[in-house]
């Protein structure tokens, strides 16, 4: 969420594990709770981009143009 507050997107799930840091051992973990997220409405991603961008509730809540 931090990284949706602070407009910093499109943005790669590396960026989340570095934040966190976390190592590449997490990686999976991490992409299951984007998954999730986006599932939700909160992020948005095209199968098979490593790119994600805010998601309808996202956009609402932090008025987003990405």
């Known amino acids: 969420m931090s990284v ?14 570095e934040r966190a840091g976390l190592d590449a051992a997490q990686d999976r973990t991490i992409r299951r709770r984007l998954h999730v997220m986006a599932d939700a409405g ?4 095209t199968e098979g ?16 143009d990405h």
């Open 42 to 45: 909160w992020l948005d991603h």
């Open 49 to 64: 981009s490593k790119w994600w961008y805010p998601g309808p509730h996202a956009e609402a809540r932090f008025h987003t």
């Open 4 to 17: 949706l507050a602070e407009r910093e997107y499109p943005f790669r799930a590396r960026l989340i594990r």
